[in-house]
């Protein structure tokens, strides 16, 4: 692993990616590599994360996302007044899960369907049971729980707990319904008796699947590129002209560029490469990815050729849990620093013109950073530091961080 550089990158983000999703999925000796990174405690469980074996402390709390109700019941109950079967037909002739099904093979799934209502926050089913029918949504939303975050939510049109029924595996995730929520139920039994019957109905099934996990699939795969792009071109949109907004246009960060549109924005997809996520919205990500990259720092890291390095740096940045939000008084005490520290170099400039003095012009930030940092190894306990230091800023260092005597230094 040792001839790892900048140009195989990119192979490498996508094998850490599928090793963070499954294991076994990656060559035994990349495994071997992955398993032998010092894991860091974050927010997701150790998904994304390389770093310290220390938590990283924070005054920042974001809000809490916005939760489900509590769910109230296990199942959904049957609707008031549903349709006789032959009414169910145009909406079932419309899915694309049964696109070249004959008009008979539809009459017989419209006669063994049962149209149910479910209400805001009701299972419609839960993980781990024994799948006994799959649902359609008709109106409404239902949600998909996995380990107790929202994986996708299903609208009209689409399939829900098809693949349970099809493998008579248990259900590996929760469907709630979000608001009211009215479903067509196919029972599980029934199901499979007309796909054992019908060869046109089995294709239609697996046409239907095939064809969502390839979307879903396409999709995803033009998320996680956007997100590598903002890595690695982000800076360019960052506001650092305090004169005026940048006017530069970077195609690889905008949503057209990946076949992305506005419509998507609304669109669950995978997170989990983001530290402290699994799932989030298209607009959650792209906001998330302009705050840590396209905000007042520019940052550029990509090019480094440690992964380890890259993976740690990568969650400091996009993990809004370890940024740190100073308080009036800290900011007052940086402007102060900063302050003296150019006030140290302007008198220097003028009063030892020509001399040789180690500036730190252009560096300035050394002077609040050292005394933040100072300042929390005291709050830690620390009881001595001692500085190694280049030369270039070693004055400003001597008379503003340990005070000693101008009359000492220019002696």
Wanted: proline letters at 7%.
């Amino acid at each position: 692993m040792e001839s790892l550089n900048a140009e195989s990158l990119g192979f490498v983000e996508d094998l850490w990616a599928r090793y963070q999703e499954d294991p076994t999925s990656v060559d035994p000796a990349w495994r071997r590599y992955f398993d032998e990174l010092p894991p860091a405690p974050s927010a997701n469980g150790g998904r994304v994360g390389i770093g310290p074996a220390f938590s990283p402390s924070s005054i920042f709390n974001p809000p809490a996302a916005a939760a489900l109700p509590p769910p109230t019941s296990l199942a959904p109950v049957a609707a008031p007044g549903a349709p006789a079967p032959a009414e169910r037909l145009p909406f079932l002739k419309s899915l694309r899960l049964l696109q070249g099904v004959s008009d008979e093979e539809v009459e017989e799934l419209a006669k063994l369907s049962t149209e149910v209502e479910a209400a805001d926050g009701q299972y419609v089913f839960r993980q781990g049971q024994t799948a006994d029918a799959l649902y359609i949504v008709m109106a409404g939303s239902v949600v998909i729980l996995r380990d107790e975050q929202i994986t996708v939510e299903l609208g009209p049109g689409e399939v829900v707990g098809e693949l349970a029924v099809l493998d008579h595996e248990p259900r590996i995730a929760d469907a709630i319904a979000r608001g009211k929520v009215r479903l067509l139920r196919l029972g599980a039994s029934e199901l499979i008796a007309r796909v054992e019957k019908s060869p046109a109905l089995a294709r239609g099934v697996i046409r239907g699947l095939t064809r969502r996990l390839r979307v879903r699939g396409t999709q995803q795969h033009r998320v996680d590129q956007l997100v590598r792009a903002y890595r690695v071109r982000g800076h360019l949109l960052a506001d650092l002209n305090p004169l005026a907004k940048p006017s530069l246009r970077v195609p690889e960060l905008e949503l057209a560029h990946w076949g992305l549109s506005e419509a998507d924005l609304d669109t669950l997809f995978s997170s989990a490469t983001i530290p402290g996520t699994l799932v989030l919205k298209l607009r959650e990500i792209v906001e998330r990815m302009q705050e840590s990259y396209c905000g007042s720092i520019g940052l550029q890291y990509m090019h480094l050729n440690s992964l380890e390095r890259k993976l740690w740096l990568q969650q400091r940045i996009e993990d809004p849990q370890v940024w740190r939000k100073l308080s009036v008084k800290e900011q007052r005490r940086i402007l102060t620093k900063l302050t003296d520290a150019e006030i140290f170099e302007q008198f220097v400039h003028k009063k030892f013109l020509g001399a040789k003095r180690f500036s730190l012009e252009g560096a300035e930030t050394l002077i609040p950073l050292l005394d933040l940092v100072i300042d929390e190894a005291a709050g830690k306990g620390c009881k001595e530091i001692v500085f190694g230091m280049a030369h270039r800023g070693r004055l400003n260092v001597l008379a503003n961080l340990m005070h000693k005597s101008p009359a000492q230094i220019f002696a």
